[in-house]
């Protein structure tokens, strides 16, 4: 649900990436047998909305399984905390001054309205009377204006401040720096309205823009530099949400009790427990009823398939898996990339090898089908952006091995592998993560289908790297890695410039080209505030990547959640992402076990 | 004997201080730093930010004055910053220290309570059925990996027969302090304790047995026996007593042990604790917490040997420190 369409939220996928769930050896070799006897799922039959027209009953209390295998931190607060652990713990207490429609937009029926001027350079957001801090206090402009005071503040220890939109407001840089006291463009009209002013117009302030205030009157006497470390922000936290926190045992869970003062309607629950339950039972969790919410691991779905005390409810998330092709290094000084690299500088080489694999066999076989070929660099989570017709490479070994023949890589000494161009021997080295049992069986397929094409790829150290190994070799442009295979978790901001901008350091694949920067600029320009102008110049920019391919989309996923019968009104649809938890409400006192 | 501690406690101190450069040294050699994983998933990060980011965390410091820096601190009690959770190591270690401490003490507890009698049994009677049983019941739980026997105890105890809770270290709605707080905490315990004793006494009942078996023919015990001292008390008094003296020299270590923590009883039941901790800390590289907790364990080893012979050399005269 609201896993991922808040702005700026992103969840660490790239671990998770290659985790993927049972593959035998045997689908490593026989690459062109597409043919599956397994039966697979697929997303769009899923609901996002659970079905049960019972009546709630009043108090209720629901259980949220947060699902790890880890403690969570407990930094509660949108501006410090780092894990998608903590952030399911503050959403549940705290939210955004904005509501979001489907496509992740501010919406005027949230704690705040706001309104943009005639130049799109200024937003004027005016915070709702009723809105109240759980401590009685009210919400106000200088609490919001605060927000920014500490993200900006050159003691602020989080890692929010890298944000362009952030960077981008009038006179942060001043403030940033210590030459300003306050920040220049964001002004106080009065206790309830403030205006902010950016150097740009960009249509990702509309989904982008820092929606948080902090509570100043309760925050405002530490000193921002030990703000992350302070008691209230581990123990005593304090939101404007549905809920309040009425206790917590550090690491492992936490109770809320209904915020009886909240703006937006007393919430149908008394209250939510939240427990931290293992991967490895959360099935069984479900099935006995001790949870009632659980974010469900999709590589257990055909152990849960069939299960009657509960249903599932699905989406497909804001990720896309890749495999990058390393064209050049990133210039650190100039804050550039530079595509110098020359391997792989022929895109017939680079298109041959998206031709080359077989996602559809992998998503099934691996996946049961909740992971699907992707078609662009926008996933479909993004319905308004994403373009399924953006030319996607399938599965097509023939004209892989065309285009090979084409770009002048031959097997000149007949070894069964391709030679380069000028005839010597040419290996790829490829770098993927390890992690969950099937990271090394796919990245064997995929070594596998690329040799029956004819192109000789080799493991990077002969072994899968470990996380730290994989990012640290991919950021630093280490000559030994030619090809990558990594995911993105997008955000709820469609824009791709941080990604794949040359003055972006996460353009891992590095790189450049003039269309590429137009049509990205274009994309977040003030023309772009027109929703048709903006969708076909993305539209443009996914047949454009999907041609030149630096970066080869392997792979969609889906995300589901198990949900006991008793819950009501749980959805995961993004548009009603935004009051979800004071709505949900569950049927009966007892869970339905199984 | 005083000497003999004080003399330890001094060769301790260089030891401790190659022990934190080689920690240090190593915990600097692995690959990546707390900011690597966490911002990568973050695609809203300029270089620059990144840049000052880690010039504020120190990680950009020549290794030697980071070194100087944390271990500077380490004197004054000061273990630094976890990058991760952005509270002070000591804070983090105390809070889930408590977590590992009741759990290992239940665990050890547990773990001598089946041992011993199994031990004794096995030793006394050998080759008996019973001893067979004790043989079989030994090897079977040495083989058993603690992460299969854990998940294996809780869906039959916790799920299957629904008599111990699944997950957590407490029930949250119960009132902190009341006598159910007392009982939740308790009921929430003995799973994974037991899940941890059971498959934790090999060396403790295969010491015993042995021993046992090795006293059982020994000359003094011969003696006994033809002095006509009965059977049962040549067992409490003569062999006994001295088939002990592996399992108290032992018990120094468990102190190592006590605070380790397990890493998958504490993942698998969702029970915070050290073990855990650690092993996230590393793959998160959350530097000032590995080097903490190596820190902590270190001195907990030397100081664990220390015991052990001091208890070795109370318990039984022949050995004498001077």
Redesign the interface.
Same mark, same amino acid.
């Given at each position: 649900m609201k896993k991922k369409n808040v702005v700026?939220l992103?969840?660490?996928?790239?671990?998770a990436g290659l985790l993927l769930s049972a593959c035998n050896s045997s689908t490593g070799g026989t690459t062109k047998n597409s043919a599956s006897n397994t039966k697979k799922e697929d997303i769009s039959t899923f609901p996002m909305v659970v079905k049960n027209t019972k009546k709630p009953v009043s108090d209720g209390v629901l259980n949220f399984a947060q699902v790890s295998?880890?403690?969570f931190?407990?930094?509660l607060n949108y501006a410090?905390y780092?894990?998608q652990p903590d952030y399911e713990i503050l959403q549940f207490f705290d939210e955004p001054l904005f509501s979001t429609n489907g496509d992740y937009e501010f919406t005027n029926d949230g704690a705040a309205t706001y309104k943009m001027s005639n130049d799109n350079k200024t937003i004027t957001v005016k915070i709702k009377d009723n809105v109240n801090w759980s401590d009685g206090k009210p919400v106000t402009a200088q609490d919001y204006e605060y927000s920014f005071l500490v993200i900006g503040n050159k003691d602020y #220890?989080g890692?929010?401040?890298?944000?362009?939109i952030i960077?981008s407001i009038v006179g942060m840089k001043e403030y940033h720096e210590g030459k300003a006291q306050n920040i220049s463009g964001i002004k106080i009209i009065d206790d309830k309205t403030l205006s902010i002013t950016f150097a740009s117009a960009n249509p990702s302030l509309l989904t982008?823009l820092w929606p948080y205030a902090m509570p100043k009157h309760y925050l405002g006497d530490v000193p921002i530099k030990d703000l992350?470390?302070s008691d209230k922000i581990?123990k005593t936290p304090i939101g404007f949400g549905p809920f309040k926190i009425k206790?917590?045992?550090?690491?492992?869970?936490?109770?809320f009790e209904r915020n009886d003062d909240y703006y937006h309607g007393k919430p149908n629950l008394q209250g939510v427990?939240l427990?931290?339950?293992?991967p490895?039972?959360i099935l069984?969790?479900l099935?006995?009823g001790?949870v009632d919410v659980a974010d469900f691991p999709a590589d257990q779905y055909p152990a849960a398939k069939g299960s009657k005390n509960f249903q599932f409810v699905g989406k497909i998330d804001l990720a896309y898996n890749y495999i990058g092709f390393k064209l050049g290094h !990133?210039d650190?000084k100039k804050?550039v990339s530079v595509m110098d690299n020359p391997k792989f500088q022929d895109k017939n080489l680079r298109q041959a090898m998206g031709y080359a694999l077989d996602e559809k066999s992998v998503g099934e076989k691996i996946y049961n089908g909740l992971r699907f070929p992707a078609t662009s660099l926008i996933p479909p989570s993004f319905p308004t952006w994403s373009d399924p017709k953006a030319n996607p490479v399938g599965y097509d070994p023939a004209k892989a091995k065309k285009l090979l023949d084409k770009a002048g890589y031959k097997d000149t000494d007949k070894d069964g592998l391709r030679e380069d161009p000028n005839g010597k021997k040419f290996t790829i080295n490829f770098l993927a993560m390890s992690g969950g049992d099937t990271a090394e069986p796919l990245a064997r397929f995929y070594i596998q289908s690329w040799k029956n094409v004819g192109l000789d790829v080799k493991l990077v150290d002969g072994r899968l790297a470990?996380?730290?190994?994989f990012?640290?070799?991919v950021?630093e442009d280490d000559p030994k890695v030619d090809l990558f295979a990594g995911a !993105?978790? #997008?955000?709820t901001?469609v824009d791709p410039y941080?990604?794949y901008a040359k003055d972006?350091?996460?353009n891992y694949s590095r790189f450049v080209s003039e269309k590429n920067e137009k049509l990205l600029a274009e994309g977040h320009s003030d023309k772009a505030f027109d929703k048709d102008f903006r969708k076909k110049t993305y539209s443009e920019w996914q047949k454009y990547m999907n041609d030149e391919m630096p970066v080869i989309p392997t792979l969609f996923r889906s995300a589901i959640t198990g949900v006991n019968n008793r819950v009501t009104n749980f959805s995961v649809d993004p548009k009603d992402s935004s009051f979800v938890w004071s709505k949900v409400g569950v049927s009966s006192d007892t869970p339905d076990a199984q | 004997m005083i000497k003999f501690i004080l003399r330890r406690f001094v060769v301790m101190i260089p030891q401790l201080i190659i022990l934190s450069v080689l920690i240090f040294a190593l915990a600097k050699a692995m690959p990546g730093d707390a900011l690597t994983g966490q911002l990568a998933s973050n695609p809203k990060m300029d270089a620059q930010t990144l840049h000052e980011l880690k010039q504020k965390l120190g990680l950009l410091d020549p290794p030697y004055k980071q070194y100087l820096h944390w271990a500077g601190g380490l004197l004054h009690g000061d273990m630094g910053m976890s990058v991760i959770h952005q509270v002070p190591v000591t804070q983090l270690l105390a809070g889930r220290m408590e977590n590992t401490l009741i759990l290992s003490l239940a665990i050890l507890i547990l773990s001598y309570m089946i041992a011993i009698p199994l031990g004794i049994v096995g030793g006394r009677w050998t080759d008996s059925w019973a001893d067979k049983m004790v043989v079989g019941y030994n090897y079977l739980t040495f083989a058993t990996p603690l992460f299969i026997f854990a998940l294996i105890m809780l869906f039959i105890f916790g799920f299957v027969l629904n008599w111990f809770p699944t997950s957590g270290s407490v029930d949250i709605r119960v009132e902190d302090g009341t006598f159910s707080y007392y009982m939740s905490k308790l009921n929430h315990l003995i799973l994974p304790a037991l899940s941890g004793a059971i498959v934790n006494t090999t060396v403790t009942i295969q010491y015993l047995r042995n021993e046992i078996i090795d006293t059982k023919i020994k000359d003094f015990v011969k003696t006994a026996r033809a002095k006509g001292v009965n059977e049962s008390k040549v067992y409490t008094q003569h062999i006994l007593r001295n088939s002990f003296l592996p399992i108290a020299a032992f018990l120094g270590y468990e102190i190592v042990y006590l605070i380790g923590g397990s890493v998958f009883l504490e993942t698998i039941y969702g029970y915070p604790g050290i073990g855990q901790l650690f092993i996230a800390s590393i793959s998160q590289r959350d530097f000032s917490v590995v080097t903490a907790l190596v820190m902590i364990s270190g001195l907990a080893t030397l100081i664990g040997t220390l015991l052990s012979d001091i208890i070795l050399s109370a318990v039984d005269p022949r050995i004498r420190i001077e």
């Open positions: 700026k992103l969840t660490p996928v790239i671990a295998d880890t403690p931190e407990g930094t410090f780092q894990g #220890t890692v929010r401040y890298g944000d362009a960077q982008g992350a470390k581990h206790k917590m045992v550090p690491g492992e869970s936490v109770q427990v427990k931290v339950v293992n490895k039972v069984q969790s099935k006995k001790e !990133w650190a804050g470990e996380f730290n190994s990012y640290k070799m950021e !993105w978790g #997008t955000g901001d941080g990604l972006a350091s996460f | -």
